[in-house]
């Protein structure tokens, strides 16, 4: 038999089905999420109007539409994204056929892998609990769709609570076998197939290419890029730059990396020792493969290689948190006598357009009998004379720097870097731009530094004769506050949140330390980490294989010990005192030689016991009717707590001998 849900039960699914829904926005496609939004409403709606089960002739165009925007959003079911959508579409789509407690179930169980698929596109702390809590709510949906005894008598909010209680202990039950299995599962190197951490997908971040306009989508977001600890002095906001690629060719609308330089080695590079600092990085997941070492790295992790141009890139692409110890010098000397090809590279323009910009540069390079710092000079001095910082700049036209030389003069570094370049180049010096992100925020408690994705920055760099590649940013020609104070807050106050001083910002940087300990504790427990901590436990050189033989011995003690626990739950368990009491006075009948049938009750059993223990039945007889009428009798509730307590204790004391 398989009874017919209820109103309140199918309600029970809904809800579930929606905080199922609110935990996967965060990688699933915003047509596809909003469909499925609709799909639950129209089953909210179908279930109002009594219609559970939806005919076929309103299922199967639902399942078309759901495939034919599972295809357009995703590109294909098959996939990590393509196949966990699916997954979830039809979940939704089980809402119209959802007549039956047994359908509700299927329904709960589907949830509930549909919970694990969430981590495959995130693992961070918040999303974690919050889809510990939607586990725990299809403990509940199960329980209560399997109790079909209850009647329409039972109120839906004790059926709600039941479910919760008893999801509460299964839960809490579960722990210690999670634990185990935590630590003595075998880990990889790396993430299974290859997926990533976080998903990456509409992810903002540094890109090796750069056109006037493309980091603005940075500076929306103000998640971290990554954490900064100190060894000794920190240099000063000015001079916190923290390096990402280096941009040497410029088609007329955007600049990029140049393979001249991929693989050169670092020349000649002198620094003083006051400059040198070390420091650890622990890198957020980016699916690229460069780090951002402050300025120019001295020592760089294992796995990882700079280039020529002061590059850090790693062997492989950084798609889970990564932890690396750096050392730096953020004030030096490099290629006072540049590799070959190097000044060449950093000249080149298009053959055509922008001529005005060209024009001015000419006449600089003219003026100032080509004399560099003059030149450069010019060019920062009308940055600082005549133009504006804004995150919201007017667009440009085809000749960008044209356009925003001589008619827009207003932007951020992109525009400041893009442009100056160029009028570098075409004055004949020679220029390289940088990508990467300036200053970060002090996290006092927990003593490191955030870097986030809103401190994303672009600057330049200039060959000068006897010095070598120097560092020159026209934005602190503009706005110098967002390079001295490394804060874009303080070069635009109205770009900053509400969150991000005063109370807000404690509060905030108390929650990233937290999620600091949980990326160091959880997600960064990898096979170097299982191997120390077993190691400090006594067990060391510990194999996959020796960890799969412990984890099946502790898997099996703690799957032996759900069975028993499950099977004790089998017993109907009571706090009542009384009952309790009634039961050791029934035990000692027992071992008297007058064992209880199951289904004999309390007075038969009792008038059964007093004649086969006579010397003791006046006491049998009356602990008997005192109990029934205690336990069944109708002013039962009007007794008194401490009658039941005396009564409790008479029943504990009885002694009877055959």
């Given at each position: 038999m398989n009874p017919a849900i209820d109103r309140s039960r199918y309600a029970l699914v809904l809800a579930l089905d929606t905080l199922l829904l609110a935990g996967q926005l965060h990688w699933?496609?915003?047509?596809?999420?909003?469909?499925?939004?609709?799909?639950?409403?129209?089953?909210?709606?179908?279930?109002?109007?009594?219609?559970?089960?939806?005919?076929?002739l309103i299922r199967i165009p639902l399942l078309f539409a759901t495939l034919g925007l599972l295809v357009y959003s995703t590109?294909?079911?098959?996939?990590?994204?393509?196949?966990?959508?699916?997954?979830?579409?039809?979940?939704?789509?089980?809402?119209?056929?959802?007549?039956?407690?047994?359908?509700?179930?299927?329904?709960?169980?589907?949830?509930?892998f549909f919970c694990m698929i969430g981590f495959l596109f995130g693992q961070g702390m918040l999303l974690t609990l919050y889809f510990c809590l939607v586990a725990l709510a299809c403990f509940v949906v199960l329980h209560v769709a399997s109790n079909d005894r209850d009647d329409a008598s039972v109120q839906w909010f004790d059926r709600l609570r039941r479910g919760l209680r008893l999801s509460a202990r299964v839960a809490t039950a579960a722990i210690p076998l999670t634990l185990i299995v935590f630590v003595l599962f075998p880990r990889l190197s790396s993430p299974l197939w290859g997926a990533p951490w976080d998903a990456t997908q509409g992810k903002t971040g540094i890109s090796d290419r750069m056109r006037p306009g493309q980091l603005s989508a940075l500076w929306n977001d103000d998640s971290p890029a990554f954490r900064v600890t100190f060894e000794g002095a920190v240099p000063p906001p000015a001079s916190r730059y923290w390096r990402g690629p280096v941009l040497w060719s410029f088609d007329g609308q955007e600049w990029s990396r140049s393979d001249l330089f991929r693989g050169s080695r670092v020349g000649a590079l002198s620094y003083p020792p006051d400059s040198v600092v070390d420091y650890e990085v622990l890198m957020e997941p980016s699916e690229r493969n460069w780090w951002f070492p402050l300025d120019f790295a001295l020592q760089t992790p294992e796995g990882t290689r700079i280039g020529g141009d002061g590059q850090v890139t790693s062997f492989r692409p950084i798609i889970g948190p990564r932890k690396a110890n750096f050392r730096s010098a953020w004030r030096y000397q490099l290629d006072v006598n540049p590799a070959l090809g190097q000044r060449w590279a950093a000249l080149r323009l298009p053959e055509t357009g922008n001529a005005r910009a060209r024009a001015l540069a000419a006449g600089w390079r003219s003026t100032h009998n080509g004399n560099a710092d003059a030149i450069i000079d010019a060019a920062l001095q009308m940055f600082h004379?005549?133009?504006?910082?804004?995150?919201?700049?007017p667009p440009l036209g085809v000749e960008t720097v044209d356009d925003f030389l001589f008619n827009t003069k207003a932007g951020y570094c992109e525009y400041f870097a893009s442009s100056f370049a160029f009028l570098m180049r075409a004055a004949g010096v020679p220029t390289r731009i940088v990508t990467g992100y300036q200053g970060g925020s002090y996290n006092a408690s927990g003593d490191y530094w955030i870097v986030r994705n809103s401190d994303a920055h672009a600057w330049t760099e200039v060959w000068l004769t006897g010095r070598g590649w120097v560092r020159v940013?026209?934005?602190?020609?503009?706005?110098?506050?967002?390079?001295?104070?490394?804060?874009l807050s303080a070069a635009l106050p109205e770009a900053a949140s509400w969150y991000s001083?005063?109370?807000?910002?404690?509060?905030?940087?108390?929650?990233?330390?937290?999620?600091?300990y949980w990326r160091q504790a959880v997600i960064e427990f990898d096979a170097v980490r299982q191997r120390n901590l077993?190691?400090?436990?006594?067990?060391?050189?510990?194999?996959?294989?020796?960890?799969?033989?412990g984890l099946l011995v502790f898997g099996g003690i703690g799957l032996l010990l759900g069975v028993w626990l499950s099977l004790r739950g089998l017993t109907p368990q009571t706090r009542d005192p009384l009952l309790l009491a009634y039961r050791r006075f029934g035990a000692r009948l027992a071992r008297a030689g007058v064992a209880r049938a199951e289904a004999e009750g309390p007075i038969t059993f009792g008038e059964r016991a007093a004649q086969?223990?006579?010397?003791?039945?006046?006491?049998?007889?009356?602990?008997?009717?005192?109990?029934?009428?205690?336990?069944?009798?109708?002013?039962?509730?009007?007794?008194?707590?401490?009658h039941r307590l005396r009564l409790a204790r008479e029943l504990r004391a009885f002694r009877s001998r055959r």
């Open positions: 699933m496609p915003a047509v596809y999420a909003l469909w499925l939004g609709l799909l639950l409403l129209l089953a909210t709606w179908l279930a109002r109007q009594r219609v559970r089960a939806a005919p076929a590109g294909s079911p098959i996939g990590r994204e393509g196949g966990s959508a699916l997954l979830g579409g039809l979940i939704f789509l089980k809402l119209f056929e959802t007549a039956t407690l047994r359908d509700a179930r299927v329904t709960a169980a589907a949830a509930l004379r005549d133009f504006a910082y804004t995150l919201e700049p940013d026209p934005t602190a020609a503009v706005a110098p506050e967002r390079i001295n104070r490394g804060s001083e005063g109370w807000g910002a404690e509060w905030r940087n108390r929650f990233d330390l937290i999620a600091r077993l190691q400090q436990v006594g067990l060391e050189d510990m194999s996959w294989q020796a960890l799969g033989g086969q223990l006579p010397s003791a039945a006046p006491a049998i007889l009356e602990l008997t009717r005192r109990f029934a009428e205690q336990r069944y009798g109708v002013s039962a509730n009007d007794q008194d707590l401490s």
